[in-house]
């Protein structure tokens, strides 16, 4: 088995049925589909809000519930205590039963979790690792790691698949890593590896893009159609942007690599090669050091971060705000955003001193392009990048559900 696609990214559920097709087989699976990206969305709507939202009829709507429910894909149950009269519509809220597993190699891990639908985190996993691993190790690491995840799991669960969020660029036609720079990565078929080494069929995409349709779906982003995310942990910045609902790829797929513009006349060297850019000023390492780390997670320095006193942190804190203003001011006047959202130790820097960062940012913009934007934290914290990925690999299932689904796993 093997992934020869990367799924269509599905970051917005349709406000209505829409086309459906132009034969029977057609339109079913389009109306299975849009019924169940709207549960996976919401993480669960009345029977009569799913009717209203699709434009179906209700006897139609009532049979693609029953049709995703005998597949395990939905659930029905009865309503809490309501004040309305006339018996209450049921909620349909998504099973339990189908999950993606999600992988993130950085320079000093490797974070595997579990996630099912509507974006729920079941388990987490962070291998520490001493030094960046190459490809090949990455996945051997993984796959030990992921068959003793499926030797855990619940009876009768079934695996979608698996999404991997890289550091680097990723071609979007095959999730050929073209160059991910922290970990020394190129032209890597990461997801074919991963498939032979597993079983199951995986994708890859750029971490910080899977991160924006994340927290677009889940997290502090829902709702907003125009918005800005920018990641940063161990393997340097990325970002993701949301236009008018759509997520920016590029002709490739490598849209959104906001660590490498130039922020600063400076000698600092990106691991790209560029100097004086956001990924080469504004680093989790020197965080790391002032604070006197040597390994920590995305909580942990975060914490150590807001409970710092010594000047010295403060002093690289307001550095780092300083030069990350300058970038995001850039963002708001390029692409004229609703929100931006910081996410990994980026949004650590911002936790530490709102009010600053956003006074800089004012500064740095045009006042225009300023008003009415909004900075904040990315919600979904250290398990964003796994929501992200394990919607790389839900994509397939929520485009098809009664196609892509798997047998239940089996393990040794």
């Not at 904040?376 to 929501?387: C, D, P, Q, R, T």
């Amino acid at each position: 088995m093997s992934a020869t696609r990367t799924p269509r990214l599905l970051p917005l559920a349709p406000d209505s049925a829409g086309p459906r097709g132009n034969n029977l087989g057609s339109m079913r699976r389009h109306n299975l589909a849009l019924v169940l990206s709207m549960v996976h969305h919401s993480g669960g709507l009345t029977r009569s809000a799913l009717t209203r939202r699709t434009g179906l009829n209700r006897s139609t709507t009532a049979g693609l519930v029953g049709e995703l429910e005998q597949l395990g894909l939905v659930e029905e149950v009865e309503p809490g205590n309501t004040k309305k009269a006339g018996r209450p519509s049921s909620v349909v809220r998504p099973g339990t039963r189908t999950v993606a597993i999600a992988v993130n190699p950085e320079v000093d891990a490797l974070t595997i979790g579990v996630v099912g639908l509507s974006g729920q985190l079941h388990e987490r996993i962070r291998f520490e690792l001493d030094a960046a691993a190459s490809a090949r190790e990455a996945v051997k690491v993984a796959a030990a790691v992921i068959k003793g995840i499926l030797a855990g799991l619940a009876d009768h669960t079934r695996v979608i698949g698996i999404g991997v969020a890289v550091p680097g660029l990723v071609r979007e036609s095959d999730s050929l890593v073209r160059f991910a720079p922290h970990l020394g990565w190129v032209d890597e078929p990461l997801a074919e590896m991963l498939t032979e080494a597993t079983g199951l069929p995986v994708w890859a995409a750029n971490d910080a893009s899977l991160g924006a349709v994340a927290e677009r779906l889940f997290g502090a982003g829902k709702g907003i159609n125009d918005m800005v995310y920018l990641n940063g942990g161990a393997s340097g910045i990325g970002g993701g942007v949301i236009s008018s609902g759509v997520l920016l790829s590029g002709a490739a797929g490598y849209a959104g690599e906001f660590g490498h513009i130039r922020v600063k006349s400076s000698k600092a060297v990106d691991t790209a090669g560029a100097t004086g850019t956001l990924e080469a000023e504004v680093t989790r390492a020197a965080l790391m050091n002032v604070l006197g780390l040597r390994s920590a997670d995305p909580d942990e320095l975060e914490r150590a971060l807001l409970d710092a006193t010594s000047e010295k942190v403060k002093r690289e804190v307001r550095r780092q705000i300083d030069i990350l203003a300058v970038a995001l001011a850039g963002a708001i006047n390029l692409l004229n955003p609703e929100l931006i959202l910081l996410g990994g130790f980026l949004g650590s820097l911002y936790a530490c001193d709102p009010s600053h960062l956003e006074d800089a940012v004012a500064r740095e913009a045009l006042g225009t392009s300023w008003e009415g934007v909004r900075i904040a934290k990315a919600a979904l914290g250290s398990g964003l990048l796994m929501v992200g990925a394990a919607e790389l690999a839900f994509s397939a299932l929520l485009e098809d559900p009664a196609g892509a689904l798997p047998r239940s796993v089996v393990t040794e």
